[in-house]
Structures are given as C-alpha cells and as structure tokens.
C-alpha cells in the first residue's frame, strides 16, 4: 500500500509499505477513503514530539471502509463504511469504564500519562496513522462506528478529531449563559471552540491569533469578535480593557506548544528544544482570564516542561481543565448538531491534497501558506 | 468623575446583546445551555457501555522485545507495531524505557536525542539504496511556488515571519554541513593517494 512516513524532523514522503495485518483478535483494517492533517500532526513534523519514529505513518482524522475483521469483532463487518475516533482505546480499563477514553490504560505501553493515539509517536502507543492506504484499528468493537447515511463523508473526518476536540474545549470551560469567552487560536479547533461556546450560552466570543485569513474565518464561520495579537502591543492589557478591566469568564487555549506570539519562547522551545515547546498561549490565557475564571486548554502539549506561569493561576484561584477529548462520548450531541445545521465542519476545509502530495500537504499546513486552514488527504485507495 | 470599571464593584457587566438577539443572529445559539445536559458529563460515568465485551482484553502476541515504561505493571495488552527500535537510536529508546520513569526528564531528553540519531540514521542509511532521502522533496518546499509562498508571508502581520527564516537553517543547514564534509573528505583521502604515489 502507499503510506506517508516520516523521515526525520520537517520531512515526510509516500512510500510503499505492507497492507496492516489484524494483530489481535478485535483488530479491524480499514480502508481509508478520506484523512486530514491536524495541527497537532505539526507537532510531529517539526519534531517536537519525543520517540517519533522514522519511518512511522501518521494520521489521526480518518474515515474509511471496513477491510478486514479479526475474530472476537462483533459490531463491524467487511464493507461498513465507518469513521474512527483519534482514539485508540480498550473499553474495559479503569479509565475507559469510566468514560475516559482518551486515557485508556491498556493500549499504550510507552506511557502511562497519555492513552493512544493513531500515528502519534511512540509517547501515545506507537500506532501507525490514517495517512495511508489501510491502517489498523484496534478495538474494532470500542472505537470505530458507522458513518450514518446522511452524513458527508468530509464532515465525518472532521468529527474524528477537530469537531468533537473543539466542542470540548468549550465544554472544559463550564460555560454558563452570558459568559464572556476568549479562544485563543483559530485553527480548527479553535474555529470549533468558538462556535460551540455559542451553543452553550456565550455572551461574547472573542478570538485571538495572528493569521488575518484565520481571523476571517473566525468572523464569518464562528461569528466571533476578532484580535490580531500582532496590532497590539501586549495583548493581555488590550483583552482587559475589551472586558471592561474584569478578564474574561473563559478562555480556551486551541494553540498548544508551538505558539507564536513570543519570540524568545518560540525561539527556545520551538526551534532550541530548549523547553517543551513555547507556551505562551496558556500564558496569555492565564493571564486574560478573569479572577476566579476558567482556563480550558486542547491545544496539544508533550511531555516535557515549560515555563508556564502557574503562580498567576494559582493566586487568581483559577479552574484549569484539559484532557485530549474522549470523541466517542461527544458524538451523539455533534451529530444532532450536524444534522440540525447547526455545525457544518466541513466549512472549515481549505485543501484536498492526494497521498502522493503529503509533502506539499504538510509544508503548506506547516507554513501557512494558500490560507490553509483545513487540509484533508484525499486516499489513492478510495 | 469617569464612570468606575466592573470589577472595582459588585455589579456584573452588561450583556452586549440580549439571549433573543444573539438566538437571531446564531443559528443554535444557547441548544446546549445546561452545563448538565452536556456530553461527557459528568467526567467521570461508571459502568458506562463503552461496547467492549472482555473484562481484560486477550493479549495481543509480543513478536519483539516490546519496550515499556515501568510505570507500568506489565506490557499492555494491546500496543502498536509500528518502527521497531534499531540501531544506535534504538539502544538510546531502550536504555531511556529500562531506567528512568516518565517523571524523569532524562527519560525525555533521551527519546527526543534518540530522535535526532534516529534521523540521522535513517539520511545516511538511505544513500545506500536505491531512494536515498532528498530534502528538497520531502520537505514539500517547492509547494512555496504553487501556494504562493511570498504572499501568503508578506504584507499579513504574522508573527511568524520573525522565525520561519531559520527552518532552512535548521533543516537545510546539516544537510549543507555534510556535503561539505563529503567533499573534504573525498579531497582528503585523493591528496592522502597522492602522497603515496
């Protein structure tokens, strides 16, 4: 089959590689049909990530026809079209018994402070990812489910990950109605944020980046108040005065570990390794929430330390919450959603790059290029 | 006398727009306004139907030596199979799982050096076969002429303009270092055949 693979930090290409085989008993292959990059799979690519493997396939959002079934696989059947949450996860352990599928003890034994994740470094589990022809998907019973009849299939890529992830960033900030709420980031995820706030009652959606065509988007698409960090020069004071000195009620960091804003920080994390990547963004998110307020971080952040300014959350008595998002617990409400027009994920999509491009595909994402804000990867397999 | 700021007293802020306003101008607006009727709430739901029908899933065979953190009990039943360690980079991945507990910063400073080996590892490895590494497609770099690299860079107040100059250095400039070294060496071992002609 062909696969993207890694080749080292800012380098990938499509290489042949043999068709996964079921590893394990609820083992399903699918066949991918449709994936996506996600900013988190930038992360990766800038080498950010520790054990990130040469040689490894990416790809987390990916949607897909059942290929093959493993034995004890009772729900799915060869031919099913499905859509498979960035998940792995078992079902059974503490964790998942509880609903926290996204920290699933039983399928990553590289770590124990992170479940799995699909062609996500060695750090969560050591699968390979939907940036290919077929792709493993254990758990086939757990997981995966059946894209509904009346669901685009872009849609459904992009509630394997962005969408849902979005939604709980927004629900991490226990949003009560009339809240003043800010994103920092509007990629995706942040896109998503925004948008979702509303439906849970927001007074005011304010976003924050730095990329006037992501700005754009997070007017029309999440009807959002807007903020160029680079026109001001300290964007906390400037966010203080917005909210008539108070902070805001929330605030969502959708930005993670790479985040601009800081040169130095950016500079010493980002490109030094020096710090786990640059965490401004929870920084400015720390600082631009109000007393007593809530931060809500899904922006995606490894390992290793950074100099957050934990002191500031502590004295403001702040609620910080955060997890990677248990998608398969947020799908029944985002599919009610999709279906009432209430969300329509796919909006968001800029590029439709084949396989045979994944290079391109990432450098365009990775550098902002052709106003990219949601590269989908269309399957040569399809 | 200015009028005195919102959180210099009690008072809660005034709403910009009221719920009917905001319900006109959102499609959706306020549909999931009850923190309680949200998914994945509460966080925590035992006995959830989650569709798993084992107890403890059947293990999945260890075909490898399969490296693990040790803080875990034992190797989970289910893991992935991709890139198993090798070489230099593979000892340094091992040595790092063996000894230190993901609360060790060696633990992590380790895997991210073994990284860069493993790279390395792999630049040189491909000139011996018949796909050797090429920086130039596999960084997609020529997508700079058909993604309109200038414009999308220039005239946009981005922050990363500030930075983005030195992804060539960093990914470019090793490469540069050793076709320099290359040829050194080549120029070397000829006068080095010279001399002993």
Known sequence: MRAMVYRGPYKVRVEEKDIPRIEHPNDAVVRVTTGAICGSDLHLYHGMMPDTRVGMTFGHEFVGVVHEVGPSVQNLAVGDRVMVPFNVYCGSCYFCSRGLYSNCHNVNPNATAVGGIYGYSHTCGGYDGGQAEFVRVPFADVGPAKIPDWMDEEDAVLLTDALPTGYFGAQLGDIVEGDTVVVFGAGPVGLFAAKSAWLMGAGRVIVIDHLEYRLEKARSFAHAETYNFVEYDDIVVHLKKATDYLGADVVIDAVGAEADGNFLQHVTGTKLKLQGGSPIALNWAIDSVRKGGTVSVVGAYGPIFSAVKFGDAVNKGLTLRMNQCPVKRQWPRLFEHVRNGYLKPSDIVTHRIPLEHISEGYHIFSAKLDDCIKPLIVSTAA | ?197
Not at chain 2, 69 to 77: D, G, K, V, Y
């Open chain 2, 1 to 197: 006398m200015a009028e005195i700021p919102t959180p210099y007293t009690a008072g809660k802020p005034a709403l910009k727009e009221s719920a009917e306003q905001l319900r006109d101008r959102i499609p959706g607006w306020g549909v999931d306004l009850d923190p309680a009727d949200r998914p994945s709430f509460p966080r925590e739901q035992p006995g959830i139907q989650t569709g798993a029908h084992w107890d403890f899933p059947e293990r999945q065979p260890e075909e490898w030596p399969r490296e693990r953190s040790i803080e875990h009990a034992f190797l989970t039943p289910v893991f992935g199979t991709s890139t198993p360690p090798a070489g230099l980079s593979g000892a340094i991945r091992k040595y790092a799982y063996a000894r230190f507990s993901e609360g060790r910063a060696a633990h992590w400073l380790l895997l991210i050096a073994a990284d860069r080996v493993d790279a390395w590892e792999h630049h040189l490895g491909s000139f011996a076969t018949l796909r050797p590494d090429n920086p130039v497609t596999e960084t997609g770099v020529l997508s700079e002429f058909s993604g309109h690299g200038v414009r999308s860079r220039f005239g946009q107040k981005r922050a990363d303009v500030n930075h983005q100059w030195m992804d060539p250095l960093i990914v470019g400039g090793p490469w540069v270092l050793a076709g320099l070294g290359a040829v050194a060496a080549v120029r070397g071992l000829r006068r080095a055949a010279g001399a002993r002609r």
